[in-house]
């Protein structure tokens, strides 16, 4: 089992940055795939990015493609979401999960552990 902690979020002007940690608890983070999720307000949670347990691979979704970067410490059990270009339409709740699989997903019930989430706001 393992457990997941998001911090970094905030208030940001469009076309600011921001980066997303993710500290995860247990001695097994390294068999974890990670994933990246929103939700804004009145939507569905959407996918953003998403990370084999490796590092190696990467996936992303398109609305954030070559704006944002994701990445992880196997040693330090943490990884991060660069957030660089942002729009007022990234404005959501984001969240860590996990899974317990070698490989990353883009849906959201493949992962079986969440973090409570992080609040980025976008301003205009």
């Known amino acids: 089992q393992v457990q997941l902690k998001e911090s970094g979020g905030g208030l940001v002007q469009a076309g600011g940055s921001l980066r997303l940690s993710c500290a995860a608890s247990g001695r097994t983070f390294s068999l974890y795939a990670l994933g990246w999720f929103r939700r804004a307000p009145g939507k569905e949670r959407e996918f953003v990015a998403a990370?084999?347990?490796?590092?190696?691979?990467?996936y992303y979704a398109d609305s954030v493609q070559g704006r944002f970067a994701i990445s992880r410490d196997n040693a330090k059990n943490t990884a991060d979401l660069q957030m660089n270009s942002l729009k007022p339409a990234d404005t959501a709740v984001y969240y860590c999960?996990?899974?317990?699989?070698?490989?990353?997903?883009?849906?959201?019930?493949?992962?079986?552990?969440w973090g409570q989430g992080t609040q980025v706001t976008v301003s205009s």
């Open positions: 990370i084999n347990r490796s590092g190696e691979t990467t």
């Open positions: 999960a996990a899974r317990a699989a070698p490989g990353y997903s883009g849906r959201h019930a493949s992962y079986d552990y």
